[in-house]
């Protein structure tokens, strides 16, 4: 009954969510939409990515692949309810420069090769390529901890659930 409570609640059971893309990990407030800068959808952090492969984050459930393929959320384990948005108003792009690699439904280890995306052909389409990696049921996990202000590989944690 505890373990059912602290998964209720987001207790002490914690998790660590990884960059899924190398990168300058900002905070949510550099983010130039309002979407994401005023953590309307949750708390985060973005990636100014360096290359164009997204990767699981943690272990979990994908949840859903956006039709235009330019985010993609999951479940992690312990319950998290993120999502992962390549670009600013890149949905403009109806798909084009991104390639999926999972479906809905799929169950994925943390580093699995999620989605690629050619960031050199999004940027010359005039977007940014600014990526946040979004909690949505933040609430769930009040003393989360979001990570930003360096340089990230893909797979270092920029999130501590707890």
């Known amino acids: 009954m505890l373990g059912g409570l602290k998964k209720l609640f987001g207790g002490s ?3 660590t969510i990884l960059a899924p893309v190398p990168g300058k990990a900002i905070p949510m407030s550099q983010v130039e939409d309002p979407t994401f800068s005023q ?4 708390k985060g952090t973005a990636i100014e990515p360096s290359e164009g492969r997204i990767t699981a984050p ?7 692949v ?13 319950g998290a309810e993120l999502i992962i948005h390549v670009g600013l108003d890149t949905v403009q792009l109806k798909g084009e420069h991104f390639t999926a690699h999972v479906k809905a439904g799929d169950k994925v280890k943390a580093g699995e090769l999620l989605l690629e995306f050619d960031l ?13 990696v979004i909690v949505c049921n933040t609430p769930s996990f ?6 930003s202000g360096m340089e990230v590989t893909a797979q270092d944690k920029i999130i501590e659930l707890r």
Do not use: R, W
């Not at 940027?123 to 600014?130: D, F, L």
């Open 58 to 64: 943690a272990d979990g459930t994908i949840t859903m």
């Open 13 to 15: 059971q914690g998790e």
């Open 120 to 132: 050199e052909a999004i940027k010359k389409a005039g977007y940014k390529v600014t990526t946040p």
């Open 142 to 147: 009040p003393n989360m901890k979001c990570l």
């Open 66 to 78: 956006f039709d235009t393929k330019h985010a993609i959320s999951m479940t992690t384990a312990s």
């Open 39 to 42: 953590e309307i959808l949750g």
